[in-house]
């Protein structure tokens, strides 16, 4: 089983940053997909980056430029700097992780942005 823990979530203004950390229970990072998702009220699920297990990582043509994921495999984390926040970036976001079929979802942690 595998536990997924995300922090670095709050309200910041715009242009403002954040970093968001996610820490698994296990080492499942060095050779695991792992993706941040977001969800804003009355709206889907969406993937916001993504570090696959080969190739280059993968945004949302909307936070191309402004945010960063990365991973510290000796540590079991995955984080997503934030810069240059806008209002439409509110949301509560999720780290994920695909292990052997089974999907691995964090509790989520609120991102606000606004004035």
């Not at 242009?15 to 996610?22: F, I, P, Q, V």
């Not at 439409?88 to 999720?94: C, F, K, Q, S």
Request: glycine content about 10%; proline content about 3%.
């Amino acid at each position: 089983q595998v536990q997924l823990v995300e922090s670095g979530g709050g309200w910041v203004q715009p242009g403002g940053s954040l970093r968001l950390s996610c820490a698994a229970s296990t080492s499942i990072f060095r050779f695991n997909t792992m993706a941040w998702y977001r969800q804003a009220p009355g709206k889907q699920r969406e993937l916001v980056a993504e570090s696959p297990r080969t190739g280059s990582n993968q945004y949302v043509d909307s936070v191309k430029g402004r945010f960063t994921i990365s991973r510290d495999i000796h540590k079991n984390s995955v984080y997503l700097q934030m810069n240059s926040l806008k209002p439409e970036d509110t949301a509560v976001y999720y780290c994920n992780v695909v292990l052997s079929g089974d999907s691995y979802w964090g509790q989520g942690t609120q991102v606000t942005v606004s004035s």
